[in-house]
């Protein structure tokens, strides 16, 4: 967004022109084609987008956790600076967990049934710090309290079905937090919860982002979520970047045929009884992607150009980039006029 | 005055649970819950998961059998003997379209179905007529009859489960969570569907989400449960700009808005703690071990469902 001043500073995470792949039996899958963004500390960055838009991938992408068909097929993934896709796997999972942490969508599976939940936060501690044995129960005890967990000591030796899955989410995210990672990415991390307990969840991240200073990815479907909580937000549809800035500029000042759509699509808070302007057509398949923009096919002002070649980044001012013909087409009618 | 469409009276619907070896205990999903719904109206049920929602509407199709309580629709009852007959008045649209269409049977089949059960044609070419006609209706092309539901997008499956429901030309259709398993931009396809066919056949919706937005949208009135029990209803507007109950407060205030300015200049009421087992279910007001008023009577009996003006019905003590 501030493309001199990135000349001079070096980002906490500069992910440039990221491809990535799985390489299924029905061909290779490209579930993200050329995504750059940078990423500062203590910065709340908002990737939105639908099932299959890549957003996903992209966070699995810098933890390097793809599948095992899954591969990134270029670009680079600088973490101040250093290229991480080009680190073997020890080096990578010091990085996972001390550097990056992330927490997922589903807190019910992504903890195990069998062990405690003292058992599994100190083993996050031992692994990633020298702590052992009460100094690592101690801290796990502290992770507890710093995510809003009442009587920590006695939680420590219950399993995971004893919690709810807000406990359970909290738990993941003390669990996230062990090594204090300079970025924490949260993958849909309230899309499973009840909505009075995602907003303890979504007050939790935004304390701790401010306590502990940590920059923050928030990976989400949820317009909502995005707005409450993001600085720059970021939204992808087919595995590209249509658009991305400020969180007023992308719901006030849109600039792609997408974002337009998504934000006609869902009740306007101003004017609830108004009726919806749904985006027609089906969701993308990545499966079988067009040659030009992702979006062509279910874009109400597409043009030839649309279908032959994917659109360039254009800024619509120094807190907003938009990728749509449109506004090529607008710069250049206003530039002749 | 007018009979509602669908009356439902003192509903409750307990489930045994086994807690031990011999031990069983009653969970009560549903208690003692009542409301109604007029003709073509669209009423919106909402809470939290495991509030009972998803229950009453199905205690209300009797898929499930009442443990009290009675349906009238129309203002007849809604028994074991006279199913078959309500069945083609009410229909129900599930949640999930994976599952809920069957993976061997042809989308016309799919359709078709309910008008084999109730023989509602006289010969095939009258039954292909009306599923073709379904089709048209929910806006899926001819040449879909042959295909199989694993050949569809969400979107277009929800959009022949609708077409299901409909077949019988119901007056009233339950619609347990329709859209959450959609994307965003599906979803607005499927909410103007379903306010376009309202128009069309004045049918009456029993709308039930947890998104709140959504429901705004698209309810006439709407219903707040808690824990097996209304806690407030009123019309769309008054639930959502004037709520009264502190847990309808806290809910709407949770919801997060897209709209950056708003959401952030609003003042949010965190609930503390999560809600309590329905097993063991607090004395009194169920709502009151997270309610920032509760008091020494909310402990003692649940508050009645009192109006407040205009049809805001509200259950509590204190507000």
């Known amino acids: 967004?501030?493309?001199?001043?990135?000349?001079?500073?070096?980002?906490?995470?500069?992910?440039?022109?990221?491809?990535?792949?799985?390489?299924?039996?029905?061909?290779?899958?490209?579930?993200?084609?050329?995504?750059?963004?940078?990423?500062?500390?203590?910065?709340?960055?908002?990737?939105?987008?639908?099932?299959?838009?890549?957003?996903?991938?992209?966070?699995?992408?810098?933890?390097?956790?793809?599948?095992?068909?899954?591969?990134?097929?270029?670009?680079?993934?600088?973490?101040?600076?250093?290229?991480?896709?080009?680190?073997?796997?020890?080096?990578?999972?010091?990085?996972?967990?001390?550097?990056?942490?992330?927490?997922?969508?589903?807190?019910?599976?992504?903890?195990?049934?069998?062990?405690?939940?003292?058992?599994?936060?100190?083993?996050?501690?031992?692994?990633?710090?020298?702590?052992?044995?009460?100094?690592?129960?101690?801290?796990?005890?502290?992770?507890?309290?710093?995510?809003?967990?009442?009587?920590?000591?006695?939680?420590?030796?219950?399993?995971?079905?004893?919690?709810?899955?807000?406990?359970?989410?909290?738990?993941?995210?003390?669990?996230?937090?062990?090594?204090?990672?300079?970025?924490?990415?949260?993958?849909?991390?309230?899309?499973?919860?009840?909505?009075?307990?995602?907003?303890?969840?979504?007050?939790?991240?935004?304390?701790?982002?401010?306590?502990?200073?940590?920059?923050?990815?928030?990976?989400?479907?949820?317009?909502?979520?995005?707005?409450?909580?993001?600085?720059?937000?970021?939204?992808?549809?087919?595995?590209?970047?249509?658009?991305?800035?400020?969180?007023?500029?992308?719901?006030?000042?849109?600039?792609?045929?997408?974002?337009?759509?998504?934000?006609?699509?869902?009740?306007?808070?101003?004017?609830?009884?108004?009726?919806?302007?749904?985006?027609?057509?089906?969701?993308?398949?990545?499966?079988?992607?067009?040659?030009?923009?992702?979006?062509?096919?279910?874009?109400?002002?597409c043009m030839k150009i649309c279908l032959q070649e994917k659109p360039m980044e254009l800024d619509i001012n120094e807190n907003h980039k938009a990728s749509c013909w449109m506004n090529v087409k607008e710069a250049f009618e206003g530039g002749a006029r | 005055m007018n009979t509602p469409l669908i009356e439902v009276r003192n509903l409750k619907q307990y489930f045994p649970i086994k807690t031990g070896l011999f031990k069983t205990e009653l969970l009560k999903a549903v208690d003692d819950v009542s409301f109604s719904i007029d003709a073509g109206e669209t009423l919106g049920l909402v809470g939290e998961s495991g509030c009972g929602k998803t229950t009453v509407g199905r205690t209300l199709l009797h898929l499930y059998e009442p443990t009290a309580g009675e349906v009238l629709f129309e203002g007849e009852p809604v028994t074991k003997d006279n199913l078959p007959k309500m069945r083609q008045k009410m229909q129900m649209v599930f949640q999930d379209p994976y599952s809920s269409l069957d993976p061997r049977m042809t989308v016309e089949d799919i359709i078709g179905e309910p008008l084999d059960v109730h023989k509602l044609f006289e010969n095939k070419k009258e039954r292909r007529d009306k599923i073709l006609y379904l089709m048209n209706l929910v806006g899926l092309n001819a040449e879909h009859a042959t295909r199989y539901a694993h050949e569809f997008s969400g979107g277009q499956r929800q959009r022949i489960g609708i077409a299901r429901a409909l077949a019988v030309n119901p007056k009233f259709i339950v619609c347990d969570e329709p859209v959450s398993a959609l994307d965003v931009s599906i979803q607005a396809q499927v909410i103007n569907m379903f306010e376009d066919l309202q128009v069309k056949l004045g049918v009456a919706y029993l709308f039930i989400a947890h998104d709140l937005l959504v429901v705004h949208h698209i309810s006439n009135r709407i219903a707040v449960m808690y824990l097996g029990k209304i806690v407030e209803t009123g019309t769309a507007d008054d639930v959502n700009y004037t709520s009264i109950h502190p847990y309808t407060q806290s809910l709407m205030s949770a919801v997060p808005i897209p709209d950056p300015d708003y959401t952030r200049q609003r003042k949010r009421i965190v609930l503390q703690g999560d809600v309590p087992s329905p097993l063991h279910m607090p004395s009194g007001c169920p709502f009151r071990t997270r309610c920032r008023f509760a008091c020494d009577k909310c402990a003692e009996a649940m508050p009645p469902l009192t109006d407040r003006g205009g049809g805001h019905q509200v259950a509590c003590w204190v507000k």
């Open chain 1, 1 to 301: 967004m501030k493309d001199e001043k990135s000349l001079k500073k070096e980002h906490l995470l500069s992910v440039q022109d990221l491809h990535t792949s799985f390489f299924t039996d029905s061909g290779e899958v490209h579930a993200v084609n050329g995504v750059s963004f940078n990423l500062d500390p203590g910065e709340i960055l908002g990737i939105v987008g639908e099932s299959g838009s890549g957003k996903s991938v992209t966070a699995y992408s810098i933890m390097q956790i793809l599948a095992s068909t899954g591969k990134v097929t270029g670009g680079k993934i600088l973490y101040k600076g250093d290229d991480l896709t080009k680190w073997n796997e020890k080096k990578l999972s010091e990085f996972r967990g001390k550097c990056v942490s992330i927490i997922f969508q589903d807190p019910m599976t992504s903890l195990n049934p069998v062990f405690t939940i003292g058992n599994q936060l100190t083993e996050a501690i031992k692994l990633h710090t020298d702590k052992r044995g009460k100094d690592a129960w101690d801290r796990a005890v502290e992770l507890l309290t710093l995510v809003g967990i009442n009587e920590p000591e006695r939680r420590m030796r219950q399993y995971p079905h004893e919690h709810s899955g807000g406990m359970r989410q909290r738990v993941m995210i003390a669990m996230a937090l062990a090594c204090e990672p300079d970025i924490l990415i949260a993958d849909e991390p309230t899309t499973a919860l009840d909505v009075t307990i995602q907003a303890q969840i979504l007050e939790l991240i935004q304390e701790l982002q401010k306590k502990l200073g940590m920059a923050v990815i928030l990976v989400t479907h949820d317009l909502g979520v995005i707005a409450e909580l993001c600085d720059n937000i970021i939204v992808m549809y087919g595995g590209s970047i249509c658009e991305r800035g400020t969180g007023r500029e992308i719901f006030y000042n849109p600039h792609h045929e997408y974002t337009k759509g998504l934000l006609r699509s869902i009740p306007d808070v101003k004017n609830m009884k108004e009726r919806l302007v749904p985006i027609a057509g089906t969701p993308i398949n990545i499966l079988n992607l067009p040659k030009g923009c992702a979006f062509c096919a279910r874009c109400d002002n």
